[in-house]
DNA sequence: TGGCTACATATAGAGAGCCTACATGTAGAC
DNA sequence: GTCTACATGTAGGCTCTCTATATGTAGCCA
């Protein structure tokens, strides 16, 4: 998966997946991959930073934790940010819609 | 349409635009206008650079014309820029495939 | 005891592409 | 004479994702 084009929908992808449950960091990574099928490895210096800005914009809330003598913090949806995230949805139905009707016009 | 979505998919985009017509680049921006129905308006500073990254690559070549005293570059698909262009398809189609499993998961 | 792997978080710096803003010029309408 | 449409181009900034690196715990195995 080329990396550029996952910019601009990596927040989307980062807030679906803590919309039912929160988890921490390394979760999420690995919740990613399990969606996609494997489709989707994404570093730890991407989202840990992206998980921070997203905090800072209000999209998420976070608390440490320690399971099995390990340290976690763990995020969840705010109110906010599930607001964000319908809009998201919204806006990658739409994204899709357009970029595909260029792309593969019906003449 | 935040402009970081098109991040990774403009080339595609312009690729796709002049498949079955060679275009100028004013041309072009106006191609990709009416072909989304006024959603993607992309500004000349993206689109120029854009098409001589791809005529670098290959994918592109241009000549220049001259019409009602005006002068034009003209771009056309090269064959590697045809491959390129099919290659680009299937990735859109697995890229949208992924990301809308993992927005919006049937559990 | 030492080494390896899985778990877990974090930052620095690089790379790349899209954008804003600006520069330049022709043609035609009013 | 001014304005709009047509037409191309560059410089610099912004932001996000990635690579590489650092740090530390827990558990397994030899």
Redesign the pocket.
């Known amino acids: 998966?080329?990396?550029?084009a996952?910019?601009?929908?990596?927040?989307a992808?980062l807030l679906s997946v803590v919309e039912h449950e929160p988890l921490?960091?390394?979760?999420?990574?690995?919740a990613l991959r399990e969606r996609s099928g494997g489709a989707l490895?994404?570093?730890?210096?991407?989202?840990?930073?992206?998980?921070?800005?997203l905090e800072r914009a209000g999209f998420l809330a976070?608390e440490?934790?320690?399971?099995?003598?390990?340290?976690?913090?763990?995020?969840r949806l705010t109110d906010s940010g599930r607001a964000e995230l319908a809009g998201e949805r919204t806006a990658w139905s739409s994204f899709t819609s357009v970029i595909g009707r260029v792309l593969n016009p019906q003449t």
């Open positions: 998966m080329n990396p550029d996952l910019r601009g929908h990596m927040d992808l921490h960091g390394y979760a999420i990574i690995e490895d994404v570093p730890t210096g991407t989202v840990y930073p992206a998980l921070r800005r976070s440490w934790a320690t399971v099995g003598g390990r340290k976690r913090r763990t995020y």
